[in-house]
């Protein structure tokens, strides 16, 4: 069975001689410059054809300059990007001019800022300056991923819910734990959250909470399937989460994982997955 196609909806990099990352001093083997060769050094063979890069929680401050970043790479035509979803805090008064500026840009397609952070408490994206800003992303055709501890992903319903015009993509599956005994909570809240048409998913970060050297894909599948069932094969996307992923798992590993899971699913389901969704979702058609 040939391997299909492959969007990547959710490519990091940074350069830590240019940009200021204040998280990865507590991750030791993520505490140095991940650069387009060496993303590209861990897809070769893959079939990636076109990448969204996803922003990296770096030094708010940097985010006009990260924009720009990214912008300047899906321009110049030698790597796979194509499209990016930058930085940005949704409830700060600098949030409407900062991402007025950007929204014109035909690579920039959406915005996060990592709820499931230590600076982010429960009901951090419930605030009405927050709600406000998630707003103007729909005003402006742009759309938000919402990254929540998996105990939080009411909060993600709620926030939806208050943003009927806003497109919503749900990170890494809700961020299910692979090694938690007991998912019941996360799989009713993450059934609730599918519910909304604005929303879809991203199958990725599912390897991140494996235990290293020691899961299989039999371990990631429950959190898949339980993920293909809710959003259905038209509403979700793939997302290798590199260089995140290797705490537990190389990018080859977690695609070859991914595509065993879902192995005897039809082929335009998994052509669905893959590329076709991310490739209308995002509007990156004119790119492929």
Request: aromatic residues 6%; glycine residues 6%; negative net charge.
């Given at each position: 069975m040939p391997n299909l196609p492959i969007i990547d909806t959710h490519q990091h990099l940074w350069d830590l001689s240019r940009f200021h990352l204040p998280w990865v001093a507590g991750a030791a083997h993520l505490n140095r410059s991940f650069m387009m060769a060496d993303y590209l050094e861990a897809v070769e063979g893959l079939g990636v054809v076109k990448t969204v890069y996803m922003e990296v929680d770096l030094d708010p401050e940097q985010q006009a300059a990260e924009a720009e970043y990214v912008i300047e790479l899906c321009e110049r035509g030698d790597n796979p990007m194509a499209a990016g979803v930058i930085s940005g805090r949704p409830a700060s008064l600098a949030f409407e001019p900062y991402i007025r500026r950007f929204a014109g840009s035909p690579y920039i397609k959406g915005v996060r800022q990592v709820l499931h952070g230590g600076g982010t408490p429960p009901g951090f994206c419930l605030q009405p300056e927050f709600i406000g800003g998630i707003r103007l992303l729909g005003e402006l055709g742009l759309s938000y991923d919402l990254c929540l501890r998996p105990a939080e992903l009411s909060d993600g319903t709620t926030l939806v819910d208050a943003c009927p015009e806003t497109r919503f993509v749900l990170d890494?599956?809700?961020?299910?734990?692979?090694?938690?005994?007991?998912?019941?909570?996360?799989?009713?809240?993450l059934a609730a959250i599918a519910e909304r048409p604005n929303v879809i998913c991203k199958v990725s970060g599912v390897v991140v909470s494996a235990k290293p050297g020691a899961w299989t894909p039999e371990d990631l599948a429950p959190i898949v399937n339980h993920v293909l069932a809710e959003f259905g094969p038209d509403r979700v996307v793939f997302g290798g989460d590199w260089p995140v992923c290797t705490r537990a798992a190389t990018l080859r590993q977690w695609v070859e994982a991914l595509r065993w899971i879902v192995r005897e699913r039809p082929e335009t389901d998994r052509r669905m997955l893959f590329y076709e969704n991310a490739e209308r979702f995002y509007g990156i058609a004119e790119h492929l």
């Open positions: 890494h599956c809700g961020n299910a734990d692979v090694q938690a005994a007991e998912r019941s909570q996360w799989a009713a809240d």
